[in-house]
C-alpha cells in the first residue's frame, strides 16, 4: 500500500490564494483541471509551463512525499499505485488545480532550465576534453574513483542547467534503508517510468536536492561505483569501445574490486620514454588507501593515465608532464565495461520526455 503521512494541518480544498514565502504576492486559481488517463503532476506542470512542485505545493501546500500521497488518497480519491506500492497516482479523471502567477523556477526542487538531447551530450563531451585535465593537480581536490565520476558530470550540468538524476541501492555495509524524499520521479506514471525496471523502486533512492552543490555532496556519500556498475539502477548503460566518447566511463566489475574511470579521450597520442604510443586516456580518482568504504574516504588527488590501445596490458601513468608505465596495473583494458551516463533517464527522472535513440546517439570524438 502506498506511503501516506497525515499532515499536521491538513490544506483546505479546493486550494485558495496563498501567499508566497515573503507573503507579498498571492498565488490565484487559474483554472480547475481534470486530470486525462495516463497523465501525471510531471507531464501536466510541463504542459502548464511551470514546476511540478509549484503545481503540487499550490494544490496540497507541501512537498513531503508522504504527504502528497495522503492529500491523493483522502481528497482525490486515488487508489493507483505506482509498481513499487509506495505513491499513487492518477487514473484520470480527478480535478486538481493549476495556479496562475507562478512561475517555471518556484518551489523547483532543480535549478534546470534545459534538457539533454544530441547537442547537449556533444557539448559534455567537449567540455570533458577541455577541461577535464582541470582536475589533475588541482589544489585541495580528493576524490574516491565514484565520487569524481559524479563530480564531473555534475560540474558540466550546473553550467547548462541541465537536469540529472542518480539510484543508489540501499547500503549494505551501514545498514542503511533511506527514504525516498522528496523526488519528482515519484509522481511519474507507470509509462514515463517505462524504462526503470519494477524493482529499482523497491530498493533504491533518487538523490534530489534543492541545488547542484547540495546534490553533489549527497551523490558522493550515497552513489557507489557499484550503483554505476548496476544496470538495473538506470545510472549507466552498457555501450562499446568503439562508441566510447570523453566522458564516458570505464568500469571494472566483479570478481575485480569495482573501478571507475572517466575518459577524457578516446584515441590520443602520447610518447612513453621516447616511444610513440596511441592510447585511450582517463582521469581518476581513488579510494584513500586504507579505507574499505567507498564514500566514506576524502579519496586522492585525480590522476592522469592512459591505456594502450595497441598492448591492452599496457597502462602509462602522467607523473610531472612525462609518461610512464604504471606499476599500479593489475588488469587489461578489455577487463573493464564501458558506459555512458543515462542521459534518457537524467530527463524522465525530470518530467522531461526524451527520445529513446537519444541513449546510443553517436558524436564526433
Known amino acids: ?44 506542470a510541463r504542459q502548464e509551463g511551470i514546476d511540478i512542485w509549484a503545481l503540487i505545493l499550490f494544490n496540497f501546500q507541501t512537498t513531503d512525499a508522504q504527504e ?6 483522502r481528497y482525490l480519491k486515488c487508489t493507483r499505485e505506482t509498481r513499487d506500492r509506495k505513491n499513487y497516482v492518477f487514473s484520470g479523471g480527478e480535478e486538481i488545480y493549476i495556479p496562475e502567477g507562478v512561475s517555471s523556477s518556484s518551489c523547483s526542487p532543480w535549478p534546470n532550465r534545459s534538457k539533454w538531447d544530441m547537442s547537449e551530450i556533444a557539448n559534455y563531451q567537449r567540455w570533458i576534453l577541455e577541461n577535464g585535465e582541470d582536475y589533475v593537480g588541482k589544489k585541495g581536490y580528493t576524490r574516491d574513483c565514484a565520487n569524481f565520476a559524479v563530480d564531473a558530470l555534475v560540474d ?28 519528482c520521479t515519484s509522481f511519474l506514471t507507470d509509462h514515463e517510468l517505462v ?26 556519500f550515497y552513489v557507489k561505483a557499484s550503483d554505476l556498475y548496476d544496470l538495473a539502477l538506470g545510472n549507466t548503460i ?17 570478481p575485480n574490486t569495482l573501478h571507475v574511470q572517466v575518459v577524457l579521450s578516446p584515441i590520443a597520442h602520447i610518447r612513453v620514454y621516447h616511444r610513440p604510443k596511441t592510447v585511450l586516456m582517463i582521469l ?31 597502462y602509462y601513468v602522467n607523473l610531472d608532464g612525462a609518461w610512464k608505465d604504471d606499476p599500479q596495473s593489475q588488469v587489461k583494458l578489455s577487463n573493464f565495461q564501458c558506459r555512458q551516463w543515462n542521459f534518457d533517464m ?8 526524451s527520445p529513446s535513440w537519444l541513449r546510443r546517439w553517436p558524436t564526433a570524438k
Not at 13 to 39: A, H, M, S
Not at 68 to 73: A, T
Not at 195 to 220: I, M
Not at 288 to 301: A, F, I, Q, V
Open 195 to 220: 524504462r526503470l525496471p519494477e524493482y529499482n523502486w523497491q530498493f533504491t533512492l533518487p538523490v534530489d536536492h534543492p541545488n547542484y552543490e547540495s546534490f553533489a555532496k549527497s551523490a558522493r
Open 284 to 314: 581518476q580518482g581513488n579510494t584513500l588507501d586504507g579505507w574499505d568504504w567507498p564514500g566514506c574516504s576524502t579519496g586522492e588527488p585525480i590522476v592522469l593515465k592512459a591505456w594502450d590501445l595497441t598492448d591492452q596490458k599496457k
Open 156 to 183: 558540466f550540468v550546473k553550467t547548462r542547467q541541465l537536469p540529472v538524476a542518480f539510484y543508489s541501492a540501499t547500503h549494505k555495509i551501514h545498514k542503511v534503508n533511506r527514504y525516498e524524499g522528496w523526488s
Open 68 to 73: 502528497v500521497n495522503w492529500y491523493l488518497q
Open 346 to 353: 537524467f530527463n524522465i527522472a525530470n518530467g522531461i520526455s
Open 1 to 44: 500500500m502506498a506511503i501516506a503521512k497525515s499532515p499536521v494541518r491538513p490544506a483546505p480544498w479546493p486550494p485558495g490564494p496563498r501567499p508566497n514565502e515573503k507573503n507579498e504576492v498571492p498565488y490565484r486559481l487559474k483554472y480547475k483541471y481534470t486530470v486525462k488517463p495516463g497523465e501525471s503532476f510531471a507531464s501536466i
Open 238 to 254: 552498457r555501450i562499446t569501445q568503439n562508441e566510447l566518447r570523453p566522458g564516458d566511463l570505464l568500469i571494472l566489475p566483479p
